[in-house]
């Protein structure tokens, strides 16, 4: 089990570092470049025990309405992933009587970012108390700043990151129809939401595919067929996910 396996470097992160770091950091501004998040965030000791086991770690990106959540129940039920989508964690603290709550609220309703201390904070607090091993960080990390917030304070890189690629009008369509009630489905969001897409998501992207990790999937098509796409990309590290348990 990942958890009691890393249960010790986890807690000491916690307790130590990364907790004390998150408060001197939380005061500092969010539109701040990822260059100087670079030397904002300090590495930590890697995620992983003394015997070299670290959890797989998968990044669902795409724009909105481009399906990463629907897709992520299909992984799960399938290859049996933990889901954690980052949009869905701040949403929960965003009506958790959290100090953060405006501040999410307004962020998530101009389409824009939530400063990285904050999301990738609930993030590892979600994979802590995880008894699984294998983890879907959907919608995460946005920008390089959460890129850089994550891989610096967790020490961490995804395995694989999934690209779920599907046109603007598609995007916009199926956001549209939704209907979960969300405040950011609607026209105005949705266009800012595409433009901070491109700006600042595209770029993360980027730099997963130079580094060879990223799956590119054609988001258009019925679920189950684009599902077909997603499965061979976990067939594939199968046993490598495996090894990590
Ligand atoms: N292949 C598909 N064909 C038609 N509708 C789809 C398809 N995939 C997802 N949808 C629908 O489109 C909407 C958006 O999908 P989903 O919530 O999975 O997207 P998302 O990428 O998680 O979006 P967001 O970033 O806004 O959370 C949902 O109502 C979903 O049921
Ligand atoms: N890493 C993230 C992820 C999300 N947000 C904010 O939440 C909004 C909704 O996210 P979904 O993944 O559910 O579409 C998103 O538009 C952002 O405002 C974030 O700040 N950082
Ligand atoms: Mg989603």
């Not at 992984?75 to 929960?92: M, P, Y």
Request: hydrophobic share 40%; glycine share 6%.
């Amino acid at each position: 089990m990942w958890r009691k396996v890393t249960a010790t470097s986890f807690s000491s992160l916690k307790s130590s570092i990364f907790f004390k770091r998150l408060h001197l950091q939380q005061a500092t501004k969010h539109n701040a470049a990822s260059a100087s998040a670079v030397s904002r965030f300090a590495t930590v000791a890697p995620l992983q025990e003394k015997d070299g086991r670290c959890p797989f770690i998968t990044f669902v990106l795409g724009g909105p309405g481009s399906g990463k959540g629907t897709q992520c129940i299909k992984i799960v039920e399938t290859f049996g992933f933990k889901h954690l989508s980052a949009g869905d964690l701040l949403r929960r603290e965003m009506v958790s009587n959290s100090e953060y709550g405006s501040m999410i609220l307004n962020t998530i309703k101009e389409g824009r970012i939530v400063p990285s201390e904050v999301t990738v904070k609930l993030i590892l607090k979600e994979m802590e108390s995880s008894d699984n091993h294998k983890f879907l960080i959907d919608g995460f990390p946005r920008s390089e700043e959460n890129r850089i917030a994550f891989e610096k304070i967790s020490g961490a890189e995804p395995d694989v990151v999934l690209f779920f690629d599907c046109p603007e009008d598609v995007m916009v369509k199926r956001v549209l129809s939704r209907n979960q009630g969300r405040i950011d489905d609607n026209i105005d969001t949705i266009k800012k939401r595409l433009k901070v897409f491109e700006a600042l998501n595209l770029p993360v992207i980027d730099y997963y595919a130079k580094k060879g990790k990223v799956h590119r999937i054609n988001a258009v098509g019925t679920v189950d067929e684009i599902f077909e796409q997603v499965r061979p990309v976990f067939k594939a590290c199968e046993q490598k996910a495996l090894n990590r348990s």
